[in-house]
């Protein structure tokens, strides 16, 4: 598939397949062209080149968009209906779907059933929009940053029912910003960059596609000098901590206790999807991080 937007080409020749009863998490920097492609799958773009198809057929197709859901970053939820007056509206929608307490449970929103949309705060509503696309109890499901704004309880609940979805031999398509979740929950992993599918493979075989170690301490060499060092393949630093993502963790060692005798607080695991990610996309993050987000927010 293939998309602009006038001069700007946010697709190149994608080439993108969502294996039935998989979690695919879709993965790339601001700008990479995750939010077009599941645009074309959803059919609300058209690809200027290339086909895309959701069960064989067109994805706007009326007997597609029944067996698929959506959970969306823009929507237009009218504030002035209930939590299960909404889930009420979009079982209505399909032949067979969830039961109303099902969802309400799925979400942990038991106890805000009765309150108006527009009162919630961000991480109830993000919970909310969980539900609605699960109401129809669809085979494929589209999850745009479920977990963005929620606390830990809320992310790992939703963890758990997005694992139950794989369970049940449903299928989803997750795009996120956050490392450790697609670490947690993806089958496979596509690393998408300038609008080019660059890395594809479960997460283990993502990780691989990086050098082997990570060495984190407390030093004084600065982040310069130690990306002059030929063992270094990156360089970050976080708080107080100086990393390095090496193949040679010996070698570098060597060196760097020969310019500070001092050095503490040391480490050396195994590289993450984050470093690896880090070498595919040449460094680029825009957005993407290791951790998973801030709290949702006060009720």
Known sequence: MTHRYGDVLA?????????????????????????????LLLGTLTP???????????????????RRGAMLQVSGVPETLTVAEH?????????????????????????????R????????K????????????????????????????GRRRL??????????GRTAVLTTHYLEEADALADRIAVIHRGRLIAEGSPEEIKSRT?????????????????????AVQVETRGQHLEIVTAEPEALLRRM???????????????????????????????VTGGAGGPEGGT
């Open 257 to 287: 206790f020969e310019l500070d005798s001092g050095l503490g607080d040391l480490t050396v695991v195994g590289a993450g999807l984050e470093e690896a990610f880090l070498a595919l996309t040449g460094g680029v993050t825009g957005g």
């Open 159 to 168: 963890w758990d029912e997005i694992r139950g979805l794989r369970v049940a």
């Open 126 to 153: 993000q919970r909310v929009m969980f539900a609605l696309a699960l109401a129809g109890d669809p085979e494929l499901v589209f999850l745009d940053e479920p977990t963005a704004g929620l606390d830990l309880d």
């Open 48 to 66: 200027q080149s290339g086909a895309a198809r959701v069960f064989g057929a067109a994805p706007d197709d009326a007997a597609v968009r029944r």
């Open 11 to 39: 697709l190149d020749r994608l080439d993108l397949e969502v294996r039935e009863g998989e979690v695919l998490a879709v993965l790339g920097p601001n700008g990479a062209g995750k939010t077009t492609a599941v645009g």
């Open 87 to 115: 889930l009420a509206l979009f079982r209505a929608y399909y032949p067979s779907p969830l039961p109303t307490a099902r969802l309400l449970e799925m979400a942990g929103l038991g106890e805000l059933r009765d309150r």
């Open 117 to 124: 949309f527009g009162k919630l705060s961000g991480g109830q």
């Open 211 to 231: 050098a082997g170690r990570v060495v984190r301490s407390v030093t004084s060499i600065s982040p310069e000098t130690a990306r002059s060092f030929p063992e």
